[in-house]
């Protein structure tokens, strides 16, 4: 399976927003079931989910946190950074290829 | 609280089997469909296998077909993978989600055990 793509790192100011992209393709981000979600990953610890169907955000999860989609690639903007989002963070999208998932390539987000 | 703990992982030589064992608590297990990934060094996620609520129904990318198996057992909130025939490539880390059905997303995962398979 074609990983989606994101850039390797991001890194921003505290008190700055970043944006971090995932490009994939028609058959999966940019198909019509709008199906990415995104994970923060601290070093040796679970991954977190923090949006999913591209905009929605789970109970608990900040609203420093946004997503959207445009095409065949979907954002997570962090908005005023905080040392505690120093993070890996990846996406992910349902994939009408073979109806199973594929995973962004993971950024390294610093602060 | 929600919690998953996978467990079982280790070194083993190419060819051997493993059995990985994912135990959960703070949900009602049996609504849940339950699934297993992993993230080999260095390298993206990869989706590796799922299980329907009930266990009659499992699936499992094409790199671990006819050698890696699921099961679970609701009466304990557990969901195994059995790993046989392993090569190198299967070395990774290895994570239990749960997914509710209906849904895409993993909505909350264990911190992973890791697998290594090696000579």
């Known amino acids: 399976q074609s990983a989606l793509t994101q850039p390797a790192s991001v890194s921003g100011s505290p008190g700055q927003s970043i944006t971090i992209s995932c490009t994939g393709t028609?058959?999966?981000?940019?198909?019509?079931?709008?199906?990415v979600s995104w994970y923060q990953q601290h070093p040796g610890k679970a991954p977190k989910l923090i949006i999913y169907?591209?905009?929605n955000r789970p109970s608990g999860i900040s609203n420093r946190f946004s997503g959207s989609k445009s095409g065949n690639t979907a954002s997570l903007t962090i908005s005023g950074l905080q040392a505690a989002d120093e993070a890996n963070y990846f996406c992910?999208?349902?994939?009408?290829?073979?109806?199973?998932?594929?995973f962004g390539t993971g950024t390294e987000v610093s602060v | 609280e929600v919690q998953l703990e996978e467990s079982g992982g280790g070194l083993v030589q190419p060819g051997g089997s493993l059995r990985l064992s994912c135990t959960a608590s703070?949900?009602?297990?049996?609504?849940?469909?339950m699934n297993w990934l992993r993230q080999a060094p260095g390298k993206g996620l990869e989706y590796v296998s799922y299980?329907?609520?009930?266990?009659?129904?499992?699936h499992h990318a094409d790199s671990v077909k006819g050698r890696f198996s699921i099961s679970r057992d609701n009466s304990k909130n557990t969901v195994d993978l059995q790993m046989n025939s392993l090569t190198v490539e299967d070395t990774a880390v290895y994570y239990c989600?749960?997914?509710?059905?209906?849904?895409?997303?993993?909505?909350?995962w264990g911190p992973g055990t890791l697998v290594t398979v090696s000579s």
């Open positions: 989600a749960r997914k509710r059905l209906g849904t895409t997303y993993f909505d909350y």
């Open positions: 703070g949900f009602t297990f049996s609504s849940y469909e």
């Open positions: 299980i329907r609520e009930n266990g009659e129904w499992e």
């Open positions: 028609d058959t999966d981000i940019g198909s019509a079931y709008n199906r």
């Open positions: 169907d591209v905009t």
């Open positions: 992910t999208s349902y994939t009408t290829t073979n109806f199973f998932y594929v």
